[in-house]
């Protein structure tokens, strides 16, 4: 029989908890809003590209010992550069064949490119169980213990709340890692660009811009997001396995749906949003499973109430504000 425990303490350990755990996780998902609100392109490779860039950041740190090159907080931005290099390749090698020439995303190309990513997924998710053969230290199950401070995990104390100071800090580096995407989508020429090829590839090559090359631009961005994000991932949980892209996919296809498509910002307050509701349903059932399906019960809902998303706006107001200003 369940029991809820409805008590201050749950509730206020649900909320704290919650916003951590949502900003990280709506980083997470804001590669995956970018490549499917401009390309039209539902990228069922974006979980297992975050777990990737997990992996190998866990199986770098704890080969190099915890040297500081290769910690969270480092390593998330020179694995994000590095990104970058292997959206070009994700690109060329998955959606180009499918969509490279494509104005207009009709239902067949769609599908295409869906199954495209599927089969992407799959090589990465099958990598992790490949290297084992040839590098023997490179483990499937890896768990950092990533702290800060001395050995062993340091603590703070916040309205009751004990919190494991790691995961505020990357929760704080997830903030900042939206704001460096919404900055690039929103104040630079490359942002503009990009929308403007959601908007009308056509109209865009009209004007002298070839929207592949834009296109490219989004898988680049898209996917040095997603692996960056998947290091922050890493030092929020201090271990990762290949099989959790299972719940990490869902939740950001729950985020996106939120947000709205193409929306950062929009999609980092989903994540905030479905990170307390995750967190307020754990601390009151006790039970992981239920936490998931009142996310899925969120996005059914959200599909039928606001489709095109609940903080869709969000972006669109700030840009209204700064207009006027």
Known sequence: MLELALTGGAITKGIIMGLIYG???GSVAIGLTIIWGVMKVVNLAHGHIVVFAAMMSAFLYLTYKG???FTPPIAFIWIGLLGAAFGVFFYYTTLHPVIGHVDTMTLK????????TFGFGIALYGIHYILPNYVHSYSVNPSIGYSIGAAGHTYIVFLGVVIMKSTVLMSVLGFLLTL????LMNKTSMGLKIRAVAQDARALSLVGINPVKVKVMTAVLATALAMASGV??????TSVYPDIESTVSPLCFVIVVLGGLG????????????????W?????TGQQSIALAVAFAILLIAMVLKPDGVFSGIERKLSFRAKRG
């Open 280 to 284: 307020l349903t754990l601390e009151l």
């Open 180 to 183: 460096v995407a919404y900055w």
């Open 109 to 116: 190309y769609e599908m295409s490119s869906l199954m495209a």
């Open 263 to 278: 929306s950062v910002l929009g999609t980092y307050f989903g994540g905030l949003f479905l990170g307390v509701m995750y």
């Open 67 to 69: 040297a500081l090159l």
């Open 232 to 237: 922050l991932f890493l030092g929020y949980s």
């Open 23 to 25: 900003s990280v996780i």
